[in-house]
């Protein structure tokens, strides 16, 4: 059953998350313990969060056959609110539909499955390699795609449910990710701190995986990933819908 706390759960989560990136954004570097003691309390919150708690519950099933299944979008969002320093809300992924791969440029995420599982791969962006215009990938690139290449390393692939603690992304670690409902339909609620921003550089930007000609370098071994820039891929779209729970107000 929902909690019948004086403040929401919710609540209590959004404030805590403008005290912890209010903070991460003012501190300097070698202030890091008062954010870091201040993003354990908030994945302390988030460990706690139900999905009755913001009164969302799995979708009835749709029939494959049916004329709704293919005309409703594979992911939706329901917006909770958004400040300077960060943004909330939840993201509704349909059975068998996938975040493609993409990044949260000079961003903080904190990312806790409400129903249903998800599997996440992770990738750090790497420092460009001087032989790095020299890479064979099969197929070929285009011509006008050299530039859009980037080394990357994959950190982490790895199953969430319910159960689970939240997943954590930083500017510079686990920053690129793709999300993937298993065995059914799936939900989570989703911190970006500061939230996306095209004018101030923080765009959402889309890759693919590179299968590279020949043998993978003796350096990095089977970690080692290739991605290419790619526009929002044409299979997926996301759509809006309200948010039934417990209003929130920072």
Not at 53 to 78: G, W
């Amino acid at each position: 059953m929902p909690r019948n706390n004086k403040t929401s759960l919710i609540q209590k989560i959004a404030s805590q998350a403008y005290v912890t990136f209010t903070n991460s954004s003012t501190s300097a570097i070698g202030d890091n313990k008062a954010f870091l003691e201040q993003q354990a309390e908030l994945v302390t919150l988030l460990s706690d969060i139900r999905a009755a708690d913001l009164k969302i519950a799995p979708p009835k099933k749709v029939s494959i056959s049916s004329p709704q299944s293919s005309a409703v979008p594979p992911v939706t969002y329901m917006h909770i609110c958004e400040t300077d320093v960060f943004s909330m809300g939840v993201f509704l992924l349909k059975s068998g539909a996938s975040i493609p791969l993409h990044d949260h440029p000079g961003m903080n995420g904190v990312l806790k499955v409400l129903y249903g599982k998800v599997n996440i791969r992770c990738y750090d962006k790497l420092d460009k390699a001087e032989s790095e215009t020299e890479r064979q990938f099969d197929p070929p690139l285009l011509p006008f795609q050299g530039d859009d290449v980037r080394r990357a390393m994959l950190r982490s692939s790895e199953q969430f449910s319910h159960q689970s603690g939240p997943c954590i992304l930083t500017p510079l670690k686990d920053n690129l990710h793709e999300i993937d409902a298993v065995d059914g339909p799936a939900a989570f609620l989703d911190i970006l701190a500061p939230p996306y921003d095209p004018d101030n550089g923080r765009d959402c930007h889309y890759y693919k995986v590179l299968q590279t000609a020949g043998k993978k370098s003796e350096q990095s071994g089977e970690d080692e990933a290739w991605l290419l820039e790619i526009p929002q891929p044409d299979d997926f779209w996301c759509g809006g819908e309200p948010y039934p729970g417990p209003e929130v107000s920072v």
